[in-house]
C-alpha cells in the first residue's frame, strides 16, 4: 500500500507526544494508590490475601481488550486500584505459597529507583552507579561464600543462574564447545539429587546436553543427597561411557527444605574432577547468620553458587546472583562476544567496569541496587535476624502441628519450608492421627479458598 503524500512530513517533531504536566499528575495519584493499596492493605493482617475469581469472571471485571482509543485519567486510575485488588498479595504476613514473599519498604524504594532509571547495566558509560553498586554486592556475597576474589553477575532467576553454571562448567571442560557445539563433545553427565530443583533438567535440555543425561541421586530420609550414592552413580555413568561433568548440590531444597552435605560431595567431585555447583537460591541467605551458616559447611569447596535474595531476604523479585569463585575471567571467555558498539576496549576509563558482556543477555535489570539499599538500610546484623527469625518461625510451627489434633507432621527439618499436612493457601489436610491415612496419596484441593 502506497504511503500517503507527505505523510511523515505532517508529524510535528518540535512536540514530545507526551503531555508532562498530565503525566506527573497522573503519578502522583498513582504513587497515592500503591501506597495504600499496594503497600498498606498488603501488608495488614486483617486484609485478605486474595479476593479469588475465576478465570472468565476475571476477565470481565478486568475489561482486557485493547481498542484503538485510550482512557481517561479517572479510567486509568481505576484500572491499577483493579489490578492490586484482584491480584494475589505475596507481601501480606499470611502468604505461604511461594518462597519470595514478604516486603521491604527499603527494598521496595530500590525498586521503584530501577524502574526510573530505566538502564542495562552492562556499561560504565550508561549504568555508572548501579555498575558499582553491583560489583560491591556480588564481592560481598561471595565474601560471604568463603572466597576472597572471583566472578559473579546478577541473573534474572535461579534458574537461569543454575542454567549459567553448567554453560561455565562445559566451556571449562571443553572451550571448543563455545565455538563448535555439542556434535564432537562426548555424551556428558550431570548429577543433581532427587529433591534438587527442576531448573536443572530445563537447562541440561536448553544447553543441549539433553535431560537423558541429568542422573537423579538418591537421598535419605530427611531429602538430602547421599554422598555415598552419586560415587555409584558417577562410576556407573563413566561404566556406561558417559563424562561426568558437572554436580549440583542443593543449600535449601525446594519442598523439604533440606542442606546437602557439601563437604562430602566436594570430596567425591573432587576424587573425580568435576564441577561442583551449590544451588543456594533461598538456603544462601542462611550465611549471613552465625547460627545457621553450619547448615552449608562446605561452601567454599564450589566452583560456583546460585543466591536468591529474594527469598528469605524479601528484597522482591527478582534477585538472583550466579557467583563463580573463578577471578580469571572464566565468564567473560564463556559468554562474551565483544558487540564493538558496546564494548569498545578504547574507552576512557577501566573497560573491566563494562560486565554485560559476562552475561549471555544483552539488556539486563539491575538487580544489585534493591538489595544494596535494603543491606545500607539494616547491615548485615539486620538481615541475619531476619533470616532466623523465619527458622525460629518454623521451629514454632513445628511444634505447633506436633501438638495439635488433627494434624499429621510429615517430615521434621529445621529450615523455613517446614513440611506439613496443611496447605496454608487452601486449608488444612487433615486426619486423625493413627488413622492409617496414606498421606502420599491425599487428593490435593481443587481449587483456591
Known sequence: MAEPSGYWDSIPLDDPGLDIAAGEEFLQEVFQILLEEGVQKSTDVTQKVCDWKEPQELRELLDLELRSHGEGQEQLLQRCRDVLRLSVRTGHPRFFNQLFSGLDHHALAGRFLTETLNTSPYTYEVAPVLLLMEEQVLAKLRELVGWSSGDGIFAPGGSMSNTLAMNVARFRRFPESRSRG????????????????????????????????????????????????????????????????????????????????????????????????????????????????????????????????????????????????????????????????????????????????????????????????????????????????????????????????????????????????????????????????????????????
Not at 239 to 259: K, M
Not at 268 to 283: E, T, Y
Not at 351 to 368: E, H, I, N, W
Open 182 to 449: 555439542n556434535w564432537d563433545l562426548p555424551r556428558l553427565g550431570l548429577f543433581a539429587s532427587q529433591e534438587s530443583h527442576y531448573s536443572i533438567l530445563k537447562g541440561a535440555a536448553l544447553l543441549g546436553i539433553g535431560t537423558d543425561n541429568v542422573h537423579l541421586v538418591r537421598t535419605d530420609e530427611r531429602g538430602k543427597m547421599i554422598p555415598g550414592e552419586l560415587e555409584k552413580e558417577i562410576q556407573r555413568v563413566k561404566a556406561e561411557g558417559s563424562e561426568p561433568l558437572f554436580v549440583c548440590a542443593t543449600s535449601g531444597t525446594t519442598v523439604l527444605g533440606a542442606f546437602d552435605p557439601l563437604d562430602a560431595i566436594a570430596d567425591v567431585c573432587a576424587r573425580h574432577g568435576l564441577w561442583l555447583h551449590v544451588d543456594a537460591a533461598w538456603g544462601g541467605s542462611a550465611l549471613l547468620s552465625p547460627q545457621l551458616r553450619h547448615l552449608l559447611a562446605g561452601i567454599h569447596r564450589a566452583d560456583s553458587v546460585t543466591w536468591n535474595p529474594h527469598k528469605l531476604l524479601m528484597v522482591g523479585l527478582q534477585c538472583s546472583a550466579f557467583l563463580l569463585r573463578d577471578g580469571s575471567g572464566l565468564l567473560q571467555r564463556c559468554h562474551g562476544v565483544g558487540a564493538p558498539y558496546l564494548f569498545q576496549r578504547d574507552k576512557f576509563y577501566d573497560v573491566s567496569l563494562d560486565t554485560g558482556d559476562k552475561s549471555p543477555q544483552c539488556g539486563r535489570r539491575a538487580d544489585g541496587l534493591k538489595l544494596w539499599i535494603l543491606w545500607k538500610a539494616v547491615g548485615s546484623q539486620g538481615l541475619a535476624r531476619r533470616v532466623e527469625r523465619a527458622f525460629a518461625a518454623t521451629r514454632y510451627l513445628l511444634e505447633q502441628v506436633k501438638r495439635r489434633e488433627g494434624f499429621q507432621l510429615v517430615i521434621e527439618n529445621l529450615s523455613t519450608s517446614a513440611s506439613g499436612s496443611s496447605h496454608p493457601a487452601c486449608g488444612a489436610r487433615t486426619a486423625p492421627r493413627n488413622s492409617g491415612t496414606n498421606w502420599e496419596r491425599w487428593p490435593q484441593p481443587s481449587r483456591r479458598r
